[in-house]
């Protein structure tokens, strides 16, 4: 059923009012300074999101007690499930490693689902019990490093890696985990948090108020501190190994760069190439991005505001993908582990460009977008 009433949103990226007239089915209202999204209306939104969020966590449930991958060489057979490998990495005292990727590939994603139920469920039922403001937060922050499908595209890369090497079978568990990712990037697409605010306010969604100078120049100091840390753990992150390969006793230290070479000379083209663009190109494109845009403001300048903007979002979007090689990492170091015949571990570089990752996210979210479109310096 389409809207009653015309609604007034401001913009969160742009700070522009905007009067929204009834949205009909499949309808969404479009900022006319960004063309920033500001709400969408779907008929049972709400139903379709729900049942679309229980879906993932059942797959999530089926996904932990069967087996994962199995790896075959030299007459040594090793197994895996998803806690199994997550309980290697611990053994082998990789923590930091094991707790990002549980973390980002189960905890969170199920965190969110779970949260998405709750929400789902108190509005069909027409409840507001006074936990449910701080849930919509709680999810609103965790969207952006749910990252199971990021893990997924890392698990196949790992085995394109490996099946030159050994035989590598797939499980159940496997299957189960694609339907997890399936259905949590559609819950993403699916969840409007300007249509849960509005639920959950009664009303109007709440506005956000007018950037001040102070803030602006807060946004713009973090953003550089933050550009300037990448840049420094972004050196450690390519010189040093990120992987090291033991093949009955000889040691091969493995870089970022290494790696996409002996793919790219293996003859696996597309493998070396979403491995050059995840984990080279879009870090570096990223910093550059953010340091530019960050310059621009800081400049005032007035020009290219659309462009801005546009390459804003983009930095948003891609910045996560980056994380494939960590996991590609976490994935051959728990099924890997056969002795001085064949085993593989993390280099000092995984965590540094997991850092990288992390920081250049952090500085996406710290820069104000408000700021391409207003002069801070003469702000109220």
Request: proline share 5%; aromatic share 10%.
């Amino acid at each position: 059923m389409a809207e009653s009433n015309t609604l007034s949103i401001v913009c969160e990226q742009c700070h522009t009012k905007v009067n929204i007239p009834a949205l009909a089915h499949r309808q969404r209202a479009v900022c006319p300074v960004c063309n920033h999204t500001l709400i969408s209306h779907r008929n049972g939104a709400s139903e379709k999101l729900l049942a679309l969020s229980f879906s993932a966590l059942i797959f999530l449930l089926l996904s932990l007690p069967f087996n994962f991958l199995t790896f075959k060489a030299s007459g040594q057979k090793h197994s895996i499930d998803l806690p199994t490998g997550i309980t290697v990495l611990i053994e082998h005292d990789y923590l930091s490693l094991a707790i990002i990727t549980s973390l980002a590939t189960l905890l969170l994603p199920g965190m969110v689902l779970a949260g998405l139920v709750l929400l789902c469920l108190a509005q069909l039922q027409g409840r507001r019990p006074f936990y449910l403001p701080r849930l919509f937060t709680l999810v609103k922050a965790l969207l952006p490093w749910s990252m199971a499908e990021i893990f997924l595209v890392g698990t196949l890369v790992s085995l394109i890696k490996i099946t030159e090497l050994a035989d590598v079978s797939i499980g159940l568990s496997f299957y189960a985990f694609i339907g997890f990712s399936a259905f949590t990037a559609l819950c993403i697409s699916q969840f409007d948090p300007t249509r849960y605010a509005m639920w959950l306010s009664q009303g109007a969604p709440p506005q956000p108020k007018p950037l001040s100078e102070v803030q602006a120049k807060v946004s713009i100091q973090r953003t550089w501190a933050l550009l300037i840390t990448a840049c420094i753990l972004y050196i450690p992150a390519n010189l040093l190994p990120i992987m090291y390969t033991e093949f009955f006793g000889r040691e091969t230290p493995n870089t970022i760069i290494g790696g996409v070479i002996s793919l790219w000379e293996s003859g696996s083209y597309p493998v070396a190439i979403i491995i050059l663009v995840a984990s080279v190109i879009v870090p570096v494109a990223k910093i550059i991005i953010l340091a530019w845009l960050n310059f621009s403001v800081q400049r005032e300048k007035t020009t290219s505001k659309q462009l801005r903007i546009r390459y804003y979002r983009i930095t948003e979007v891609i910045g996560r993908w980056s994380m494939i090689d960590v996991f590609v990492v976490a994935v051959l170091v728990s099924l890997i582990q056969m002795g001085n015949t064949m085993s593989i571990y993390p280099g000092q570089a995984a965590l540094a460009f997991c850092a990288v990752v992390f920081v250049t996210m952090i500085a996406a979210m710290t820069f104000d977008s408000r700021l391409i479109w207003q002069q801070w310096k003469q702000l109220p």
